[in-house]
């Protein structure tokens, strides 16, 4: 089915570990983005890309880094994670044309101890 | 930096009521989009409706509507009928530059017998 992958679904991190969430979407969108959501709360952006090899910094890039080689991926770094970073992360594309609205991935929870 | 406030922390609804979600939002475009948003407890992100701020008339979705007044950069979701399915976090959300959404803090809808 078409839409926004993202893998895993859940991980536990010990602090100072290293992690890769992985996003991939198979409907040709330009643009992707990376939130997280702390509980109770709405989502923050983190990074964002608008093209293959663009990528910017969002509201909350401290600690994480992304990469965009293809415009169908678009992963999400974590370096040295911290119990801070303890969230759910979503990853989201937008459509360019027509219909005007986004897709989003079903969340990675992730926990940080 | 666009901002996004929803004021209601958490609003109780009886089946078969109606209830209305508050959002107002800054910005200083002329021409924009404006989301309202449903996370269930599975936490996927469900679009709910969507407005064109260059369109006078609001948005309906079946038992979903809104009352857009672009002037008072207000935008609120009315739910009639509501059931215990709508019971879920509402988030709305307003696209600035390069897309990038921008989410209220959300309001937590109980839906009671």
């Known amino acids: 089915n078409a839409g926004v992958t993202q893998t895993p679904k859940f991980r536990i991190l010990k602090i100072g570990q290293s992690m890769t969430l992985q996003c991939t979407q198979d409907?040709?969108?330009?643009?992707m983005y990376w939130y997280r959501q702390d509980p109770g709360m709405g989502l923050k952006l983190i990074y964002y890309?608008?093209?293959?090899?663009?990528?910017d910094k969002g509201e909350v890039p401290n600690g994480y880094n992304v990469s965009r080689s293809t415009t169908e991926d678009f992963p999400l770094r974590l370096e040295l994670a911290a119990p801070s970073q303890t969230s759910v992360y979503f990853c989201?594309?937008?459509?360019?044309?027509?219909?005007?609205?986004?897709?989003f991935g079903s969340g990675t929870r992730l926990t940080v101890v | 930096a666009q901002t996004v406030t929803q004021s209601q922390p958490e609003m109780s609804v009886q089946e078969a009521e109606t209830v209305t979600l508050s959002c107002t939002y800054d910005?200083?475009?002329?021409?924009?989009?404006l989301f309202w948003y449903k996370q269930p407890p599975s936490r996927q992100m469900i679009l709910v409706i969507r407005?064109?701020?260059?369109?006078?008339q609001n948005a309906t979705e079946n038992r979903f509507s809104v009352n857009f007044q672009k002037a008072a950069k207000s935008f609120s979701l009315k739910i009639s009928d509501s059931q215990l399915g709508d019971a879920a976090m509402y988030f709305c959300?307003?696209?600035?530059?390069?897309?990038?959404?921008?989410f209220g803090t959300g309001t937590r809808l109980q839906v009671t017998l």
């Open positions: 959300a307003y696209p600035g530059t390069a897309s990038k959404l921008t």
């Open positions: 910005t200083s475009e002329s021409d924009y989009y």
């Open positions: 407005q064109e701020a260059y369109k006078q």
């Open positions: 409907m040709n969108h330009n643009y």
């Open positions: 890309s608008v093209g293959a090899g663009i990528t």
């Open positions: 989201a594309s937008r459509t360019g044309t027509g219909s005007y609205g986004y897709t």
